[in-house]
Every structure is written in structure tokens, then in C-alpha cells.
């Protein structure tokens, strides 16, 4: 696809849009929780779209049909957990930390863990620190799918398109916050769901539709069909590590890792009313999962269509993270494609900016607020606020450009150890009295480091036949329970206020 | 059905069908 003046004016257009609507939303910022938990007054759809929108990461457009690509139907599992987990983090995480952020004017996940665990200084600065950490490493992540589709699509260079993009985001991002952040994820996320309900059978069809599909990779590996591959280890082909045990991992790893995301689960202190964690569980499965369903088959009918000869993917090491923009440009005429580059874009963006904002309000709220400078004011904490997301936005970007290897590994390890450190303290802090202060505090250290231990022999000295995270997952869960176990509670008056116990609705 | 072995079938639509009727059951019962 090349520069016609119709690609570039609509990529124009659409970053326009984006600005605007980071203007508007600047002109509602007056207070620190306005630019942080958009004053606590979002609607049910935008807080629904925001949920879904930052739990589905950069790559999940792209790589989801890439890995449809490669895998066949024993990866469709992906497509139920990442729903389960946007419901699973509404539901059994925000229901509970909403009701309590309701009485205490919550503004970050922080918050919480320094209420409920009874301290002011350790617990906060070490998530707070994780937070930071794991976010920044999981933004520089997101860049990949940035390049991808600017530089395929527009002939742009990877440096460009990646300035490009990450400017555009932290702009809006600093002007509104995260009003800005929850109205581009409803402006962007409406775009993503009827583009692809509009391409996809498009795609399929092109194919010769599902069945035929499914004939052709059951004839590339008959393996493909089924619900996962045989389990061995080493895996019976390189593309066949979705075993029954790793799925077990897999399941874990997204299903909770994801759903305790600090940027994932910080967007249910924004909702505005408490109702909406009636249905928004159960919305944000569905709309997730019809729409990834059909991203995940337009891999398969990719694969299909390379099969029959009537489709090339370009010549690259990642080429099966091209299948899904191959397969528009195949079944679309070509006067649309600028606007499907647009979908892929926004959802890279999408999560881009809710990890630009969890970075910045970790640092400016609880770093610098609750910790170097109490007295300081809500404008000069928002200040900070952006200034921490400037630094964080270009520092990444600078480093996506030209990724050491130091960092791909990271990368990878991103949400595992999201995982290994968050899912215990908050999972536990909400369901079991027992926990205690030092139980969190050691249980996220021990997560931490054995994750990056874990983590780094999976990757550089042996496989696992499991996702690596698991097992620090597992070790922060069991030093929790121990340390728990062995210091003193934490005061029943505090485990009221904070509505800790073994239910998830109201106790009358 | 499509192509698929029915166990794959059943499992890529059962499963999803069986975690909405649980979140709509979460639902019904949620205490405003």
C-alpha cells in the first residue's frame, strides 16, 4: 500500500480525532482524581470499552491472528481467557475495591493495599515500585505492533511510525488524563468492533469459508483441529507448545495475571455507578470474545489461503503477525485498507495509553504525593503526573526502536511477573483475613524475584513444559500464606472497613 | 460441524456459552 493522499488523510484524520478528543477531555480536569480516575464519573459503556480495551494488549489484533496462524484451534483458548479475564478483574476484583474506593476516595490500586494492609510506607512504595517497573516493560512491548502496521501499510521507516505513534498517545494522554484514555478506548473500541465484525466474514468467505479452512489445516497438521496438542516436552513440533499442561499455565497466567493487572484493574475505580458491575462482567466477556473469535479465524483462514496458494505473506522473520492485514487487503478493495490500518492502530494505542497513565499516576500519586512531598498540591501532583508520563513515553520509546536483548526478555516476562507479583496480595488481601502486611510484602518480593529467575532459565537455560510464571506464581502464594501465617493479623476494624472476607457481594 | 472434530466444536462453544450463563447468573444475583 503506498502514500496515496486518501491513506494519509485519513491517518491524519484519525490522529486528529484522537487530539480533539484529548483537548475535550482536558477542559474536565481540575482535580487530581479527574485526571487519574476521571472523576469517578464514567458511563457504563466507556467504563466497559475501557476494561476491555486495556486488557487487550498491542499485539492481540496482530498476534492473535498470527498465532491463529501458526497454532490452528489449540490457541483459541486465548480468545475465552483474555474475556475471562477482563470479567474476572470486574467482578471478583473491582466489585469489592469499588465499594471500598467509594468511602475512601481510592485513586490508585495502591490505595487499597496501604489501607488494607495497615501501612503507609513499605507496601505502597514496593507495588508502587513493581508497578512502575512492570508497566514500563510492558509499554516498550507495545511499540512492536506500532511499526508493524505504520510501516507496512504507510511504507513508513520503524523509527517514524514509532515516533509517530508514541507522540500522538502521550499527548493526548497528558492534556486529559484519563477521561482522555476512557474516550479514545470508546471512540477506538467502536472502531475495532464494527471493523472487524465487517471484515471478518469477508476474510472467511474469501477463504472458501470455515469448513473449507478447517479441511486445509487439518491437512497442514491434523493436530490443528484439536483442543490442544499432545502433551510432550519437548513439544511434538515447534509451533506445538499449546499442550493440555501448558494451557493449565496459560489459563492462570491470563485468566488472573491479567485480570490483577495494575492497569487493568484500576479502571474500576472510575465507574460511576456501583450498578454497573452488575452486567459490565458479563459485557465485556461477550463483545471481547465474539470479536477475537472472528480475529482468531481470519488467522486460520489466512493460514488457509497461503495453503491454497492464493495468498503470500511477506517475507520476514514475524510473518504470520502479517496475516491478519494481509488478509484485508486481500478480501477488502483497496480503498478502505487505510481505515482497517486504523483499527489495528487503535488497539495497539488502547492499552498503550492506560500503561502511560498507570505509570504516571503510580510516581505522581503514590510516590511522590504519599511519600516525597505530602503537602503537595493536586496541579503540581498532575504536573508530575506528566512529566513522569513524557519520560516514560519517549524512554521506551527510544529503547523499542533498537530493543537490547536485555529488554525482548523483559518483554516476554511482562506479565508473568504481573502475575507472580500482584494476584496473591490482592486476590488474598480481598478474599482471606489472615493476610497480613508482611505476608503481602514478602509474598510480592519472593513473586518478583523468582520470576525474573524463572524466567530468565526458561528463556536462556531450559525450557518448561509450563508457562515460567506459574511456578513464581506458586512460590508467592505459598511465601504469603507462610509469612501470613506466622505474624500478627491485621486489626478486625481495618479488615471491615476494607470488606475483607470470604464474599464477594455485600454482607447484611 | 465445520470441519471440526465435535469435541473442538463443543469445546469452542460450550465453554464460552457455559462462562456467559455463570456471569449472568453473577448478575441476577447482584445485591445493588
Known amino acids: 500500500m503506498g502514500n496515496s493522499i486518501i491513506n494519509i488523510a485519513v491517518i491524519i484524520a484519525y490522529f486528529l480525532a484522537l487530539l480533539l478528543i484529548g483537548y475535550a477531555a482536558s477542559r474536565k480536569i481540575k482535580s487530581t482524581s479527574d485526571f487519574i480516575v ?6 457504563f459503556w466507556v467504563f466497559v470499552l475501557l476494561i476491555i480495551s486495556s486488557c487487550a494488549s498491542g499485539m492481540s489484533l496482530l498476534g492473535s491472528a498470527g498465532l491463529g496462524y501458526k497454532t490452528g484451534w489449540p490457541t483459541i483458548w486465548e480468545q475465552m481467557l483474555v474475556p475471562l479475564a477482563c470479567a474476572l478483574s470486574i467482578f471478583l476484583f473491582g466489585t469489592k475495591i469499588y465499594r471500598v474506593s467509594q468511602k475512601k476516595n481510592f485513586v490508585t490500586i495502591q ?3 496501604s489501607l488494607r494492609y495497615n501501612s503507609t510506607k513499605s507496601i505502597r512504595t514496593l507495588s508502587s515500585i513493581i508497578v512502575i517497573i512492570v508497566s514500563t516493560i510492558y509499554l516498550s512491548g507495545q ?8 510501516g507496512w501499510l504507510f511504507k513508513m521507516p520503524h523509527e517514524y511510525a514509532l515516533l509517530l505513534g508514541a507522540v500522538i498517545v502521550m499527548l493526548y494522554v497528558i492534556l486529559g488524563g484519563l477521561y482522555a484514555v476512557a474516550w479514545t478506548a470508546l471512540f477506538q473500541g467502536i472502531i475495532i468492533i464494527v471493523g472487524v465484525l465487517v471484515v471478518a466474514p469477508f476474510i472467511i468467505g474469501n477463504a472458501g469459508g470455515l469448513t473449507h479452512i478447517n479441511e486445509n489445516l487439518a491437512k497442514i497438521d491434523p493436530n490443528m483441529l484439536a483442543l490442544a496438542f499432545p502433551q510432550a516436552h519437548p513439544p511434538v513440533a515447534p509451533y506445538a507448545f499449546a499442550t493440555p499442561l501448558y494451557l493449565v499455565s496459560f489459563a492462570i497466567l491470563l485468566g488472573l495475571g491479567l485480570a490483577s ?25 461477550g463483545i471481547y470474545l465474539v470479536v477475537f473469535y472472528l480475529i482468531k479465524i481470519s488467522g486460520y483462514a489466512a493460514r488457509s489461503m497461503v495453503y491454497d496458494k492464493t495468498l503470500t505473506l511477506p517475507n520476514v522473520a514475524n510473518a504470520a503477525d502479517y496475516s491478519f492485514i494481509a488478509a484485508i487487503q486481500m478480501a477488502m478493495p483497496e480503498f478502505i485498507w487505510p481505515v482497517f490500518a486504523i483499527i489495528v492502530l487503535s488497539a495497539v494505542l488502547t492499552t498503550t495509553d492506560s500503561l502511560m497513565l498507570r505509570i504516571g499516576s503510580s510516581f505522581s500519586w503514590d510516590i511522590y504525593k504519599n511519600f516525597l512531598k505530602p503537602d503537595a498540591t493536586d496541579k503540581q501532583i498532575n504536573n508530575v503526573n506528566r512529566i513522569v508520563i513524557v519520560v516514560a513515553a519517549l524512554g521506551t520509546m527510544i529503547a523499542a526502536i533498537k530493543p537490547p536483548e536485555l529488554l525482548a526478555w523483559l518483554i516476554w516476562t511482562g506479565i508473568g511477573i504481573m502475575l507472580s507479583t500482584f ?6 488481601g480481598l478474599y482471606w483475613r489472615r493476610t497480613t502486611k508482611e505476608g503481602a510484602f514478602w509474598g510480592m518480593l519472593s513473586g518478583l524475584i523468582s520470576a525474573l529467575g524463572f524466567g530468565y532459565i526458561a528463556k ?9 510464571s506459574i511456578l513464581s506464581f506458586t512460590v508467592s502464594v505459598v511465601v504469603l500464606i507462610v509469612v501470613s501465617l506466622c505474624t500478627k493479623p491485621v486489626p478486625d476494624s481495618i479488615l471491615d472497613e476494607t470488606e475483607t472476607g470470604f464474599y464477594i457481594n455485600k454482607r447484611s | 460441524m465445520f470441519g471440526l472434530p465435535l469435541n473442538t466444536f463443543l469445546g469452542v462453544t460450550l465453554i464460552p456459552i457455559t462462562i456467559m450463563l455463570a456471569l449472568t447468573i453473577w448478575a441476577l444475583r447482584f445485591k445493588e
Open chain 1, 38 to 43: 476521571g472523576g469517578r464519573e464514567l458511563n
Open chain 1, 111 to 113: 490505595d487499597y493495599l
Open chain 1, 143 to 150: 511499540y512492536t505492533a506500532i511499526s508493524i502496521t505504520m
Open chain 1, 261 to 285: 493487572a495494575p492497569h487493568v484493574v484500576s479502571n474500576s475505580l472510575s465507574a460511576k455507578k456501583y450498578k454497573y458491575f452488575k452486567w459490565a462482567p458479563l459485557a465485556a466477556f
Open chain 1, 423 to 428: 494476584v496473591a496480595p490482592i486476590l488474598f
Open chain 1, 460 to 468: 536462556f537455560v531450559t525450557k518448561f513444559p509450563v508457562d515460567f
